[in-house]
C-alpha cells in the first residue's frame, strides 16, 4: 500500500511537471506580441507552460486550435482540429490493424515550424502521432494528462 501511494504521487508530481496552466499576465511579452500578430483579434482561452515553452489554446472558425511558442516567441507548432476522415486512409489502416478496431475519437494536423506535418490520431485516451503519408511516429500519452486538466477545469 505505501509504494502504491508513493508511486502515485510521483505520477501527480510528474504530470504537474509537464503542462501548466499559466495566467495571461504570466506570459512573456514576446509571446503574447507573436500569437497577436499571427491570430489578430483572437481571445486565448487557456495558457500552458510546457517544458520552458508556451501554448495558446483558443478556437477560430469553429475549430479547436493551440500553437506553441518558445518563450522569446518563437512559432515552434501549430495544432489544429480536423474531421477524422482528413486524415490520412494509412492512419485508420494502422488504427485498425494495431489497436484491435478501436475508432478514432479525434483527430489534429501538426504543423511545425519548419512546415513538416504530423498528424494525431487520438484513440481512447492515448495519442498516436504520424507522419503527413500516415506512417506512425510514436504513442503520446498527453492525450490522457490534457484530458485530466479538463476535468479539472470543470471542477
Known amino acids: 500500500?505505501?509504494?502504491?501511494?508513493?508511486?502515485?504521487?510521483?505520477?501527480?508530481?510528474?504530470?504537474?511537471?509537464?503542462?501548466?496552466?499559466?495566467?495571461?499576465?504570466?506570459?512573456?511579452?514576446?509571446?503574447?506580441?507573436?500569437?497577436?500578430?499571427?491570430?489578430?483579434?483572437?481571445?486565448?482561452?487557456?495558457?500552458?507552460?510546457?517544458?520552458?515553452?508556451?501554448?495558446?489554446?483558443f478556437k477560430k472558425d469553429g475549430k479547436e486550435i493551440s500553437v506553441l511558442f518558445d518563450a522569446a516567441g518563437t512559432l515552434m507548432q501549430t495544432e489544429e482540429e480536423i474531421a477524422v476522415s482528413a486524415l490520412p486512409q494509412a492512419v485508420a489502416d494502422y488504427v485498425s490493424k494495431n489497436l484491435g478496431g478501436k475508432k478514432i475519437d479525434e483527430a489534429s494536423k501538426i504543423t511545425l515550424a519548419d512546415g513538416t506535418?504530423?498528424?494525431?490520431?487520438?484513440?481512447?485516451?492515448?495519442?498516436?502521432?504520424?507522419?503527413?503519408?500516415?506512417?506512425?511516429?510514436?504513442?503520446?500519452?498527453?492525450?490522457?494528462?490534457?484530458e485530466d486538466d479538463e476535468k479539472e477545469e470543470k471542477r
Open 1 to 57: 500500500m505505501k509504494k502504491a501511494m508513493i508511486l502515485f504521487a510521483l505520477a501527480i508530481f510528474a504530470t504537474g511537471l509537464y503542462a501548466q496552466k499559466v495566467k495571461p499576465q504570466d506570459v512573456p511579452e514576446p509571446v503574447k506580441t507573436a500569437f497577436a500578430k499571427l491570430y489578430a483579434g483572437v481571445t486565448v482561452d487557456k495558457w500552458e507552460k510546457e517544458d520552458g515553452n508556451f501554448e495558446a489554446e
Open 117 to 146: 506535418v504530423n498528424y494525431e490520431a487520438e484513440v481512447g485516451k492515448k495519442d498516436y502521432i504520424f507522419d503527413a503519408a500516415g506512417k506512425f511516429i510514436k504513442q503520446d500519452e498527453e492525450g490522457a494528462q490534457d
